[in-house]
């Protein structure tokens, strides 16, 4: 298996500042953490002062209450909407796997979240897709019940193809006493979509000697 929101409040203040000064403005954003069990709030200040910056295309900030459009680059990973069932091929000398995904949107479509099961292994992981509007890539972060983890990123679709690469470790034994061995790897997932509701990801996993494994996942909506 490869390496795969809260109500905010925001409260405004402002103090004096000396007459001539530039006018700074503090906001503090307090996030429910409920990702967990017994959630905690965590409070984290954020100071915005006017720099000098490249020219916008246009948007503006919301005014008043209403939410931040989600990015339009979003709408390049809609092809993972929907459930699907993904036939593993492994690399040779492994195991064929059936697994099972479905996507949907999140914080009013600025991200996909996937959730998705692996037999057999019984593996559980959850991926979340996104937009990092800075560096102008596609981000996705990867959790799961054996405790791997792992951070990709994508600059887009290119040729028909649009690759994530980054890193993941990669439990090989999973333990309940929450230590146990794993593997440090590189990975690539390469997604091409093949037809309506199909669509094909060639994995590669490289290792720290440098040696390769590679498998692919052929996924078709339900």
Known sequence: MDGWESSVRTEKSERPEPRGAPRRRRWSRRVPAGVVGAATVGLVALTVSPVSAEPDTGARPPRGGDPLPAPPQIRALDFLLGSYTCDYTPPPGGRPAVLKLTTKRAMDGHYLYTD????????????????????????????????????????????????????????????????????????????QVLGRGHFKNATSFTFPDGSTLQGSYDCHRQ
């Open 116 to 191: 998705a099961t692996l037999e057999p292994g019984n593996v559980v992981g959850r991926s979340t897709f996104g937009w990092n509007p800075v560096d102008g890539t596609f981000i996705n972060q990867y959790h799961d019940n054996w405790g791997s983890s792992g951070s990709y990123t994508s600059s887009g679709w290119q040729d028909g193809h649009l690759v994530f690469r980054g890193p993941l470790t990669q439990v090989i034994t999973p333990n309940a006493t929450g230590r146990t061995s794993g593997v440090k790897l590189n990975l690539l997932d390469n997604y």
